[in-house]
């Protein structure tokens, strides 16, 4: 049976006692047999009976010494500890004593933070209801003032969020409402579809719903890091339709015969030139020939002037936007078949401008219209780039569509677009006409739409996770750049932790830096993504025994900097900061001596744990993040940012004991910190 603590006080001295009388009685005893034996005299009897008694006396003293040290200590801890388990609001009756005096910082500490955490618990719910009050207002607010219609559906579409320029925006539509479906506000299918398979990331998908007499630009994404909560802005294109397909169609309506008349005013011009000198006068002759010319000339330019506006309107129109060909084959495919993939995108993804939506629509309808010619199968999507114009083409195995059926269907509306457009209106919109050529190879075929191309030629950028640092506010509390730093808080430090790996142990003998990694802190933080991590030339080969253990190699380093370049950038992003290393000594004489100076307080966790834990053995890197429950993330341990970053978790994890003991600015650190160099360095080069 395990005993459940410590042993009774009463039969711990029991036994105690009973060995120690015991053995006094046991040597007495013998001593007295001894003695009668030997019949000494004077100072070898004293010898004697001392030396027979000094094994009980012995027991005796180190049962004594243990009580009073050890097992009185432990048991004013336990009766402290099951207190504070009771009642965190004890008073600390009992300090750490005898043996267990060294725990006394860390228990007070223990005990503070036991409190603090209770008073802040008592108050976190006032302060978290205020806080709570004063994000809706700010929200509310923000929400009101916003223009743009908005609305948040859960991953059932029901509506948990609108703002007031939704309600506005949909006034009168029994449809919107907290906790109604987004259905019932917007019936489409392509909608409903189109939420299902939006990307985690965030990225939008542009598409245009009917809603009563309007047509709505409607754009939708994901809410990153939700339960699938998407997020909906809407947009009135209404007006920009009957702009652009009324007042274009009406141009280009009146175009012909703009042109028809000019041409018969010039045929007339030409026509009276030719009239005999008998059938009228020289003067009125001559004098109607000019006029006719020059207002034939002027129609005609004015004409002219007319054509290249509209082509210019046409090009740039307000609804032609980037777009990406991997973006529009993936929506595309979509939009065709939801459950299978049809499009494969071959070539070389590029941007072209159009207006995504109607061009959608348009091969969707083209796809339907030519069934019959168009393989079931799946087709290739290919965007070739020329100077002025991308072709965007749409291959498949098989022969190439008939002229015939393609002049049909430039004819046919587009009923899922406000006005039902035509295809020849969409084509008009981007200045363009689509045809159908068969490859050079006989066998495979494809549907031809020239658009206009742009100078853009990165991919779009992929949306970023979000950085945990991504504000502090708490910056704003720490001292001015221009304060003492020896009297600054700890806390309030920037400190740069770094670490080095070498071609080698003996750095006066030649070996040198080939990787250097830091990682930053400011007020307490590890910021996750603020790191410095360079590779270093080390000019000379990397040693298989140096790259068995950090697994570096000749390869890795190959094109790299060398040191002094590294050094010089390596001291701009530690700036005004703290430097912090494990087993500083051989990182600072690593760094040193380059032309690079170094001249800021350096910090080392190494005596910082020997000055607090100096009975203990093992200060290594290793130890130490095993005592203090630190992770090496998967192939960072040995590599210079990984163990920079493990040393920042162990300065971290140190602090709050520094701060038990009193040491809280930098100055009281270094004076600690210099003692346990005095005592015992064995990292000094």
């Known amino acids: 049976m395990t005993p459940k603590g410590l042993p009774k006080r009463q039969r711990l001295v029991g036994v105690w006692l009973l060995l120690s009388g015991v053995s006094l009685l046991g040597g007495a005893l013998f001593a007295a047999w001894l003695d009668s034996q030997l019949a000494l005299s004077g100072m070898a009897r004293w010898i004697l009976w001392l030396g027979s008694l000094s094994g009980g006396i012995t027991l005796f003293s180190i049962g004594l010494l243990l009580e009073r040290m050890l097992f009185t200590p432990l048991r004013h801890l336990q009766a402290q500890l099951a207190r504070w388990v009771a009642n965190p609001d004890a008073p600390d009756d009992h300090t750490a004593e005898g043996w267990l005096t060294g725990l006394g910082p860390d228990l007070r500490r223990v005990s503070h933070r036991w409190r603090a955490d209770r008073a802040r618990l008592t108050t976190a719910h006032a302060e978290g209801a205020r806080s709570a009050s004063r994000i809706r207002q700010e929200l509310e607010t923000l929400l009101q003032v ?72 409607v754009v939708i994404r994901r809410v990153p890091g939700s339960e699938h909560e998407t997020l909906v802005t809407c947009s009135d294109t209404t007006t920009t339709w009957n702009n652009e397909m009324g007042v274009r169609a009406a141009l280009n309506r009146m175009l012909p015969p703009l042109r028809q008349h000019a041409a018969n005013l010039s ?5 009276l030139r030719q009239l005999s000198c008998s059938q009228t006068s020289p ?23 007319i054509g290249n506006l509209l082509d210019d309107l046409q090009y740039h129109g307000e609804r032609l936007r980037p777009i990406w060909s991997n973006d ?69 195995r098989g022969a190439a569509v008939p002229e015939s059926e393609l002049s049909v269907w430039r004819e046919s509306p587009l009923t899922t677009l406000p006005l039902s457009p035509t295809v020849a209106d969409i084509l008009r919109q981007h200045a363009t006409d689509i045809w159908s050529v068969t490859d050079k190879d ?74 250097l990694g830091a990682c930053r802190i400011v007020n307490g933080r590890l910021l996750a993504n603020d790191a410095f991590d360079h590779f270093v030339d080390p000019k000379r080969t990397i040693p298989a025994a140096s790259t068995v253990i950090h697994g570096i190699t000749d390869a890795d380093v190959a094109g790299a900097q060398p040191l002094n370049i590294v050094l010089g950038l390596f001291r701009d ?21 380059h032309g690079v100076h170094f001249d800021m ?77 005095d005592k015992e360095d064995a990292s000094a080069p």
């Open 146 to 217: 916003l223009e743009t219609p908005l609305l948040l559906c859960d991953r059932h579409r029901r509506v948990m969020l609108f703002n007031q320029a939704a309600e506005t925006f949909f006034a009168g539509n029994t449809g919107l409402g907290l906790g109604k479906r987004l259905d019932a506000l917007l019936p489409t299918a392509t909608l409903a579809h189109a939420i299902t398979q939006l990307p985690d990331d965030g990225s939008p998908r542009e598409m245009l719903a009917p809603c009563g007499q309007r047509w709505l630009k």
């Open 267 to 271: 045929s007339a011009a030409d026509a």
């Open 283 to 305: 003067a009125l002759r001559t004098r109607f020939e000019h006029v006719l010319h020059d207002e034939s000339q002027a129609l005609n330019q004015r004409v002219a002037e």
């Open 328 to 396: 529009f084959w993936q929506s595309l495919d979509e939009r065709l078949d939801p459950a299978q993939r049809l499009i494969t995108p071959i070539g070389v993804p590029a941007w072209f401008k159009g207006d995504a939506p109607a061009l959608i629509e348009l091969f969707a309808s083209l796809v339907e219209y030519l069934r019959c010619h168009l393989p079931a199968s799946g087709f290739e999507g290919e965007l070739t780039l020329h100077p002025k114009r991308a072709y965007v083409d749409l291959i498949w």
């Open 442 to 515: 006989k066998r495979h075929a494809r549907l031809r739409l020239p658009l206009p191309v742009i100078a853009q030629t990165q991919a779009p950028r992929e949306m970023a996770p979000p950085r945990p640092e991504f504000h502090d506010f708490g910056i704003a509390q720490l001292p001015a750049p221009d304060d003492t730093l020896a009297n600054r808080a700890l806390r309030s430090l920037e400190i740069v932790a770094f670490d080095t790996e070498t071609t080698g142990l003996e750095l006066r003998r030649g070996d040198t830096v080939i990787s």
């Open 573 to 593: 992003y530690v700036g005004d900061a703290v430097m912090l290393a494990h087993n500083a000594a051989f990182d600072m004489l690593a760094i040193s001596g």
């Open 601 to 677: 307080p350096v910090l080392d966790t190494l005596l910082l744990s020997k000055a607090l834990d100096e009975a203990l053995d093992g200060h290594d890197l290793d130890t130490l993040a095993k005592r203090y429950d630190l992770r090496f993330p998967p192939n960072t341990r040995h590599t210079a940012l990984g163990d920079a970053r493990v040393t920042a978790e162990l300065w971290l994890a140190l602090l709050p004991r520094l701060e038990a003991r009193g040491i809280d600015t930098l100055d009281a650190l270094l004076a600690l910190q210099a003692n346990a160099f």
